[in-house]
């Protein structure tokens, strides 16, 4: 009698899981590798240790972390998802992409490869601005980029910039291909988490609950009204909320019942839905939303530079960073935040599902929902439940891309304290981790579907 129950191991899972570490170290590696013609030491006493500043917010929403460490890999992933985002849209616009799409493997084939070639040009305009960024974080202290560096230097920086995009990239396609879950998703969670024990640290060092705990224990549970410990309290019982409440929101969906005339016809009728989940764009609109509210924190302090003094243009660009686009915590720019986050959800839901080809596709496969004629009835059908679907969903983006304003907010006030860790960990970085983990457990949970059936085939 055996003791402890055999346990099967899939190889095949393991190798992926090793590989996708082995993957994710280089990353990891590379992003603590100081990008060449930088003032380290004058990173270290200025920039070293900020919260997510104004300027780098979208850094740290797109490209999984901000300029903790400006390394040759310091455009991340940011570059690659930026470039399929446009080659989706453009695919929606231009008839041609749109045909192609339809094309199967080998439409799929082509588009990823415009992706590719797309991420290059897109990568030097990133690294330019990158490093026009990196220049802001010193203005009215030291630079961080000599003042006397050459053009030849920032060109050497913009190609090292631009080559390690290209090459993560690369290595989040191979992952993708050869590893668990999707390489590009899981750059962006590991660059999130890097940063959590430090701002953990932190923000716990602020909030002493060993302390409050200790005086407690000695008999003075007065120590446990204190704010800030009451604080900590509140940002651990909200984290874990706040997960449970994202889990739950990603996972739901609703199943359109779907039937098919065939099976009908031979006496067996089959059943089979059509998931429409309540959270069908991810965080794309998080993400068109920022950029859209940060480029002008990138572009405007440029044109500023070159304006001539007092013209027009000048006073321009000044009353731009005196209004709300540069106050994130402002009234104004949390409200347009949040409708920004709602018209681009329900935008981007017909760019990600559409409606038309869906009930064209049924009706080829001799497929109907139940009391909904195919074709432009079923068409409209689905539009409707989206867009109803899709309006709840926008909400739940909006609240939980808003939760760290408030959240920092409420304990500023409470505790006279600032968080750090809501500043890098809010909610958006949430969702992604919890998008990257669920896909990733689904696809273990396939794999190993997939052993058990071979094993009782062969």
Not at 107 to 133: A, E, M
Not at 368 to 387: A, H, Q
Not at 405 to 411: A, H
Request: hydrophobic residues 50%.
């Amino acid at each position: 009698m055996r003791l402890f129950p055999r346990i099967s191991i899939n190889r095949d899972i393991v190798n992926k899981i090793l590989f996708t570490l082995f993957a994710l170290a280089v990353f990891r590696l590379l992003s603590n590798i100081p990008l060449p013609g930088l003032d380290m030491n004058v990173y270290n006493s200025v920039v070293a240790g900020r919260t997510t500043s104004d300027a780098n917010f979208l850094l740290t929403l797109v490209l999984g972390g901000s300029l903790e460490t400006p390394s040759i890999v310091g455009l991340g992933i940011g570059v690659f998802i930026t470039a399929s985002i446009v080659v989706q849209l453009l695919t929606s616009i231009i008839p041609k992409l749109e045909e192609i799409s339809k094309d199967g493997t080998r439409g799929k084939y082509v588009l990823d490869r415009i992706t590719r070639f797309l991420t290059l040009p897109l990568s030097l305009v990133y690294s330019f601005g990158y490093l026009v960024l990196l220049r802001q974080q010193g203005q009215g202290q030291l630079p961080l980029i000599p003042a006397g560096a050459t053009p030849n230097t920032l060109l050497f920086m913009t190609i090292i910039l631009t080559a390690g995009s290209l090459f993560v990239m690369w290595l989040a396609e191979f992952v993708s291909e050869k590893g668990i879950a999707n390489g590009a998703s899981l750059m962006i969670m590991f660059g999130i988490l890097a940063g959590l024990p430090t701002y953990m640290q932190i923000d716990i060092s602020q909030m002493a609950p060993v302390y409050a705990i200790r005086e407690a224990l000695s008999g003075n549970p007065q120590a446990l009204l204190d704010p800030k410990f009451l604080s900590l309290v509140f940002v651990a019982i909200s984290m874990l909320l706040m997960v449970g409440f994202v889990i739950f929101i990603t996972e739901s969906a609703r199943k359109i019942v779907v039937q098919y005339a065939s099976r009908q016809r031979s006496g067996a009728v089959q059943e089979s839905y059509l998931p429409l989940k309540l959270n069908q764009n991810g965080v794309m609109p998080i993400i068109f939303s920022s950029a859209l509210l940060t480029m002008p924190q990138l572009i405007v302090p440029l044109i500023s530079s070159v304006a001539v003094p007092d013209s027009p243009l000048a006073n321009f660009m000044t009353s731009l960073q005196e209004s709300f686009l540069f106050k994130p915590q402002s009234g104004g720019y949390v409200l347009a935040y949040f409708l920004l986050i709602v018209l681009f959800s329900i935008f981007y839901i017909f760019i990600s599902f559409k409606p038309d080809q869906v009930a064209e596709n049924m009706q080829k496969n001799g497929s109907f929902i139940p009391g909904i004629r195919p074709g432009k009835s079923t068409e409209n059908y689905l539009i409707k439940v989206l867009i109803r679907l899709n309006v709840v969903g926008a909400f739940f983006l909006a609240f939980i891309a808003l939760i760290p304003t408030f959240g920092n907010l409420l304990v500023a006030n409470f505790a006279q304290i600032n968080l750090q860790l809501l500043s890098v960990i809010g909610g958006t970085s949430i969702l992604i981790v919890i998008g990257v983990v669920l896909e990733a457990t689904r696809q273990i949970a396939a794999l190993r579907a997939t052993q058990n059936y071979d094993r009782f085939t062969y």
